[in-house]
């Protein structure tokens, strides 16, 4: 399994971005996805997650209301639309899958194995 992650790149802060994650093999549509970001010194934190069908969706507080987990199945791709960036959005961005295929959606870094190699989003005050 190969994930690529794309649409990273700097906007000014209130801007928007969308970020997608194109998976290889035919096991996508049968895994919950996740996104996580990573900002210098800091820890890999979780961002969102998505079930297998699409049809559940977790978000970390920080991102409520102004990111948006999706995914097309037919197109083994997964995105993040994300609106109203601040500053302190930026990160590297990474996707993942979650192990264990579908089930529960998971918050840990732990929890997801496959990772991208991220996608920089850079966010100017």
Same mark, same amino acid.
């Given at each position: 399994?190969?994930?690529?992650?794309?649409?990273? &790149?700097?906007?000014?802060?209130?801007?928007?971005?969308?970020?997608?994650?194109?998976?290889?093999?035919?096991?996508?549509?049968? /895994? /919950?996805?996740?996104?996580?970001?990573?900002?210098?010194?800091?820890?890999?934190?979780?961002?969102?997650?998505?079930?297998?069908?699409?049809?559940?969706?977790? *978000?970390? $507080?920080?991102v409520t209301g102004?990111?948006?987990?999706?995914?097309?199945?037919?197109?083994?791709?997964?995105?993040?639309?994300? /609106?109203?960036?601040?500053?302190? $959005?930026?990160?590297?961005?990474?996707?993942?899958?979650?192990?264990?295929?579908?089930?529960?959606?998971?918050?840990?870094?732990? $929890? *997801?194995?496959?990772? &991208?190699?991220?996608?920089?989003?850079?966010?100017?005050?």
């Open positions: 399994v190969q994930l690529v992650e794309s649409g990273g &790149g700097l906007v000014p802060a209130g801007g928007s971005l969308r970020l997608s994650c194109a998976a290889s093999g035919r096991t996508f549509s049968s /895994n /919950n996805m996740g996104w996580f970001r990573q900002a210098p010194g800091q820890e890999r934190e979780f961002v969102a997650a998505i079930s297998s069908g699409g049809l559940l969706k977790k *978000y970390a $507080d920080s102004r990111f948006t987990i999706s995914r097309a199945n037919a197109k083994n791709t997964m995105y993040l639309q994300m /609106n109203s960036l601040k500053p302190e $959005d930026t990160a590297v961005y990474y996707c993942a899958r979650q192990k264990g295929g579908s089930g529960g959606l998971l918050l840990r870094r732990y $929890d *997801y194995e496959y990772w &991208g190699q991220g996608t920089q989003v850079t966010v100017s005050s």
